[in-house]
């Protein structure tokens, strides 16, 4: 694990020096809606980030936001976000990430989320913690949800967008507070640092959360998917959190 670890840092890092390279002018394509973009720099970082990945472990499958996916012949996968925060990334606004899962049959075992605007290097593996910058992390537990900081996102559908309202509009009566930061897979870490409480969405992928969903989970926070009749709702706080923000959002 501590080999995979150490070769998924570096290529995060690498990513992440290719990105901060930002050229004047982005090239805009649009996917599953008009808001919903992709830029050359997505698709330069996926293929940095797969060229490295098959350099050093060709057997390795890949999994990858932009299209770049390959079965596995050893049993391990990648899943990989090259910007996690598109949006945050065109308007040049700090917050975007690099995301790395690897992944056995029973589920991660390496997650890496590289923010490097914010000098910032989550890592977890499997049983062995959750660490920034190379210190140990812990998510706030117990917390109450009238004491609770809690951040979320917004999908790109509006059908969904307003099952969101819905469930802004209990929330925001009932907690401290409501963040809306741009990036899914930081989201989810600021809550294994303590940074934020808790964090729910709708609609996220594989190469959004699951990085991200071992880093939080081995810093002590629960992280759930349930599935609802337009897309997955995904959970993530202390224990003692999560259960009261699962009954606001799901009851």
């Known amino acids: 694990m501590n080999e995979i670890l150490n070769l998924a840092v570096d290529i995060a890092e690498r990513a992440g020096t290719l990105l901060l390279d930002r050229p004047a002018k982005l090239d805009i394509d649009t996917k599953s809606s008009d808001i919903d973009i992709v830029t050359q720099m997505d698709r330069a970082s996926e293929k940095l980030i797969v060229d490295a990945i098959l350099a050093a472990r060709p057997d390795d499958g890949i999994i990858g936001e932009e299209g770049a996916d390959r079965p ?132 996220l992928h594989p190469w959004d959360r699951d990085a991200a969903d071992l880093i939080a989970s081995e810093a002590g926070a629960k992280v759930t998917v ?3 009749p337009k897309g997955e709702l995904t959970i993530a706080a202390g224990p003692h959190l999560h259960q009261l923000l699962s009954a606001n959002l799901l009851g």
Not at 91 to 115: E, L, R, T
Not at 127 to 152: Q, Y
Not at 183 to 189: K, M, P, Q, R, Y
Request: net charge neutral.
């Open 72 to 203: 596995s012949k050893s049993g391990y996968t990648w899943v990989i976000d090259p910007i996690d925060g598109t949006v945050n990334y065109f308007y040049n606004m700090h917050g975007w990430s690099v995301s790395i899962a690897v992944k056995d049959d029973k589920g991660p075992i390496v997650g890496v989320v590289y923010a490097p605007t914010l000098n910032s290097m989550y890592t977890a593996t499997r049983d062995g913690g959750a660490f920034l910058n190379g210190a140990p992390i812990k998510c706030n537990d117990p917390v109450e949800l009238n004491r609770a900081m809690i951040s979320t996102g917004f999908h790109y559908r509006e059908e969904i967008r307003k099952l969101e309202v819905e469930q802004f509009n209990r929330l925001i009566l009932k907690v401290r507070d409501i963040r809306r930061n741009g990036s899914a897979a930081l989201d989810i870490c600021h809550v294994a640092a303590g940074f934020v409480d808790g964090y729910y969405e709708i609609g």
């Open 226 to 228: 349930h599935q609802l």
